[in-house]
Each structure stands twice: as C-alpha cells, then as structure tokens.
C-alpha cells in the first residue's frame, strides 16, 4: 500500500521524505504498543486462539476503510486545486483532520503478520518491559532500512495520470484487505483449497 | 501530397493483392503442415479451412487497403474457438474445468501470458517463479511450458509491440466481437480516466502478487476463468473467486462492450495491455496522424476501440501509448491523415509501405501462433460430425 499512495502524494523528495517519517514514526509507535501489550499480556501465546483473529480481521478491515478514505480524499485535494503544503489527510471534515501517512503506518505497525507475531513471543520472553521496548525498537529499525529508497518516488513527475492510478490501486488493494478481514472474521481460509 | 504516397484506402487490382498475399501462402502452407504429424479427417479440414481463412483475409487486406474489418474476422474467430478447443481438452484430460489443487502443486498448470508481469517482480528477488506450472512441459495440461509462451510473447512483444492485443490474444476476440454486435453505442459518453484502469489494475497486483507470492491477478481478477479454466470450487474462497470471474467476464467482456462498442476489458481493466504499452515506445510499428492532412474530425477518435486518441494526442499527431494497432482510425479517417509509420522515418512518407511491413509481420505471427488455436476449435466442432 506504501507505493501507491506515496504516488498520490505530491512530487518532491521532500515531501517523500516527510511521508515516510511520518510513516515510521506511527509504524514505530505501533510497534512499541504492541510490544507493551505483548509484554504485559504475556505474549500472543497467551491470548485464546479465537482473539488472535478477530484482531487481525479488526485491523485489516480499518486498513481497508482507511485506503478507500485516503483514495477519497487525494481526489478532494486535488480538486481543490489549490497548492498543496501538507501531506493527503483522511477525514477533512473534522477539526484535527489525521494524516493518511500517520493513519497507515499506526495500522502497518499493529498489523499482526507472522513474522511480526513470532517478535511479540520473543518479546514477550523479556526480563523486562524495557528489554521488550527495546528488542521492537531494533526490529523496527531492521525493517525500516527498506523503506528509505522509496523517497525515490518523489522524483517522478505527477499528473492526473499518475494520481488517478495510484487512487484505483489503493481501492483495489483496499477490498483485497476488505475480503482477508472479513473471511478472517466468519473464520474462513483466505486462500485454495 | 507527396510523390509514390498511396493512401491506405485505394484499392489494389486483384492480380496485384494476390503476388502480395503470396508469401503469406506460403508461410500458412508451411505452417499447417508442421502442425499435425498424423491428422485425422477433422483435423485435415479443419487445417484447411484456417489456412484458406486467414490467406483470404491478408488478401482482402490487401485488396481493399483496409485493414480493421478483416482484421476483426480472424480475432474473433480466435476468441470464440480459443475456449472451445481448449474446454475441450480440458475436459479429456481431467473431466472438468476446474484446477485440482493436486495438478497445481505438480506444475501441470497450463500457463497463458497474462500473468508474465506478476512474475518479475518476485523473480527478481527471490529467482522463484511464483506460477504453479513448469518452465518446460510436464506432461497432462502443462502444455507449451512457461518457457515456450514466454518466448512467443517476446519474439511477437519485440515486433508489434501493444500490436500483441489485436493479433495474438486469444482473449480479446470475444469481447471485439460484442463491440462489433450494436448498430450504435447505447453509452456514448465514457469518463477519460477510465483509459487508467488496467495500470491501477497493474500496479496493485505486481504488489501483492510479490506480497502474497501467488499470481494475484490469476487467482482473483482474470474474467476469462471463466471460459478457460479455474481454481476448482472446493469451499467458500474457491466460490468468490469462481464468482468474481464470471461477474467480471459478464461486465467487462459482454454488457459493457455491447453498450459501448469498446473493448472494455482491454480498455479499462486488462493488466497486461499496460503493460504492453511499455514496449509500444521501442516498437517499430506506430500509428501517427499527419498534421498536414488532419481536419480535425475525430472520426479516428470516435473509432477506436480502446479511446487511444484524445484531442491533445491528435493534435500532437500521436496515438496513446495504449494504441493495439488493431487500424481501426486509419480506416476510418475519410483524408488518409492516420497513417501507419515505421519509427525514426519521416511521417505519411510511404504510410502503405509501414502497413505492409507491420502486417506481414504481425500476420505471421498470427498464423504460427493463433492458426493453431483456431484450427484447434474447429477441429473440436468438426469432430461432433465426423
């Protein structure tokens, strides 16, 4: 979801630079919230079985409402036509309207993937709350490393072309989220046979 | 109008269309008869029939100097007997047209082109391809191997560039077919943005083709599931998918082409067409408008099938990068001013002399490739009655 809607951002590095921040940032924060709660719970291993897929149902069905919010709203914005200084905000009617970045890099970062689940287990084997803080901290930073090259994206130039397809890619990948949350939820398989 | 210029409508004498079509009977020739060892009565017909079909069309072509409508003969009959030939191999080989999970964990998965810009990605950084077939034939449905398409699809990509989509996709005939049903379109007036699609549609399943390991948009996007075949319905997830395709094929590829007489599913929605656009920069073949000549009536715009001209690219004197060469806006323009061109020479030069050369080529490859595919079906018809 990161490349299409850091193409429907305006150009420029730095704007691209300021996304990702803002990305990580709450990506971090997610982290170090979920290794709270993994710490403090005892880890996923102590959650019952049917609680671990009503989470990653909940958080993949909010990924979803907020790519087809954030898709909404690049159109808004750009139809304003006005310049632009600040990143695509979801939800321009409230009065502390919340970054798209901000909004996808918080649920990235609780999104409950395998890999990210087996940290939380060995978080969670910690001394201390302080050690499990730190250990995401680490994993945080060893995943972001990949995320720096996509600043590159700024440099491609925008047009309605540009905007129009990272819009309909991110509705596309949104009812991707929309289906895995909801088979997650009936307790359905997301894939074959 | 500039000396030994011919424009692409006069017609040509009969004496003269046929030594042009004469190397295109020879390739048929030599091409049919490297496509049976022992062929059987309806197979021998049915051969015939195609080589006599496709040598009539390029002879049309070049009697008439028109090139769409006979075009449009030879795709459809692709498309109506690409499912009909190969539903029923299908159906001998497994006695149904859904994909058993076992025969795609065997790499027996017959593999079309579509998905090939799902698979670079992942094989870039994983050298795995993340297609359940086998690079080399493996016996039941595996057909050709990914090898062999992949190959087909290059040498043909490299020539005719997006040219692929009007003369090699065994897909698309069908809904060019519906297109061509309606006197008049019922919807005429189509948001521009829609010509975007298939690069959303490309976008989003190159990533989570690589996020999910599996060719994404095979697996829940393609509308010809469900004339070819398909992840067999064992349980909820197999019914949406089998459901998503059939709701697909029946918008994109039946109701929407009626009503609008586009191609819609090409226009709009098919990942691989943008991809083709990618080589349409380095193709040879091109379609220009001679500025000198253009009027602007937009006939050519109102033309074609997939919206590859906008009044900004007419004035320009280009098509779209999405532009299938299928001839559609050089037949219909009434001053000769869309005109084929051979990149890097001087436009509406000898625009008959580009025409000629795109559609030998392209013409011969539609014969090695999809002559087969159409004698196939035939033969499958021709066997209920012999």
């Known amino acids: 979801m990161l490349i299409p809607s850091l193409l429907a951002e305006r ?24 290794a709270v709660v993994a710490w403090e719970l005892g880890a996923m291993i102590s959650l019952q079985a049917p609680t671990r897929p009503l989470i990653f149902a909940f958080i993949h069905l909010l990924l979803a409402g907020v790519l087809l919010r954030y898709a909404y709203s690049v159109g808004k914005a750009c139809n304003r036509r006005i310049e632009r200084r600040e990143l695509v905000t979801i939800g321009t009617a409230m009065r502390h309207p919340v970054s798209g970045a901000a909004a996808l890099g918080f649920l990235t970062g609780i999104s409950l993937c395998p890999p990210f689940v087996a940290a939380g287990v060995r978080a969670a084997e910690t001394s201390s709350l302080a050690a499990a803080i730190l250990f995401f901290a680490i994993f945080f930073v060893g995943t972001s490393v990949w995320f720096v090259p ?30 895995a949350g909801l088979m997650t939820l009936i307790g359905k398989h997301l894939y074959g046979a | 109008m500039a000396p030994n210029t011919q424009t692409a409508r006069e017609s040509r004498s009969v004496g003269r269309s046929l030594l042009l079509t004469l190397p295109i009977v020879v390739w048929a020739l030599l091409m049919s008869s490297a496509a049976y060892g022992h062929a059987n009565r309806a197979q021998w017909i ?32 692709l498309g109506l ?53 086998s690079i080399l034939p493996n016996g039941g449905m595996s057909g050709g191997g990914m090898a062999a398409m992949a190959a087909v699809w290059l040498a043909v990509t490299l ?57 994404a948009y095979c697996m829940w996007l393609c509308p010809f599931k ?33 009503l609008t007489k586009k191609r819609t599913q090409c226009a709009f929605f098919c990942p691989f067409g943008a991809f083709q656009s990618i080589f349409n920069k380095i193709s040879v073949f091109e379609i220009k408008i001679d500025k000198s000549r253009c009027t602007p009536c937009v006939l050519c715009q109102k033309s074609c099938p997939t919206m590859a001209l906008t009044d900004e690219s007419i004035k320009q004197g280009e098509t779209l990068m999405s532009c299938m060469k299928c001839g559609a806006c050089v037949d219909a323009c009434p001053k ?20 000629l050369m795109f559609l030998y080529a392209a013409w011969a ?18 066997h209920i009655f012999i």
């Not at chain 2, 000769?336 to 580009?354: D, S």
Request: one cysteine or more; proline letters at 5%.
């Open chain 1, 11 to 34: 150009p420029g590095l730095h704007v691209h630079a300021r996304y990702l921040s803002l990305f990580l940032a709450t990506r971090l924060l997610g982290y170090l919230v979920f």
């Open chain 1, 150 to 179: 996509f600043t590159g994206l700024g440099w491609i130039r925008r047009n309605e072309a540009i905007t129009t397809v990272a819009r309909m890619a991110m509705a596309l990948i949104a009812f991707f989220y929309l289906y």
């Open chain 2, 46 to 77: 049915a051969s015939a029939v195609t080589v006599l079909f496709m040598i009539t069309l390029f002879f049309m072509m070049m009697r008439t100097s028109s090139t769409y409508r006979w075009r449009r003969w030879f795709f459809v009959a």
């Open chain 2, 81 to 133: 007997l690409f499912p009909v030939g190969f539903i029923h191999q299908v159906m001998v080989f497994r006695g149904t047209m859904g994909i058993p999970i076992e025969e795609m964990i065997a790499g027996r998965t017959p593999f079309c082109f579509l998905p090939i810009p799902l698979l670079i990605l992942p094989a870039a950084f994983t050298k795995t391809l993340v297609f359940p077939g």
């Open chain 2, 159 to 215: 020539v005719v560039g997006k040219g692929w989509c009007s003369y090699a996709c065994f897909f698309g005939g069908i809904e060019e077919g519906m297109a061509s049903l309606p006197a008049k379109a019922k919807v005429r007036k189509i948001d521009p943005r829609w010509r975007y699609g298939p690069w959303a549609v490309l976008l989003a399943m190159v990533l989570l083709s690589l996020a999910l390991f599996e060719p």
């Open chain 2, 226 to 258: 469900a004339v070819s075949e398909y992840v067999a319905a064992r349980n909820t997830v197999g019914l949406i998918q089998n459901g998503i395709f059939i709701a697909l094929f029946a918008g994109l590829v039946i109701v929407l082409p009626l």
């Open chain 2, 336 to 355: 000769g001013a869309a005109v084929w061109h051979i990149r890097g020479t001087e436009v509406a030069l000898r625009p008959e002399r580009a025409r």
């Open chain 2, 365 to 382: 490859m539609s014969i090695m490739f999809a002559g087969g595919i159409i004698a196939e079906g035939l033969a499958t018809i021709l």
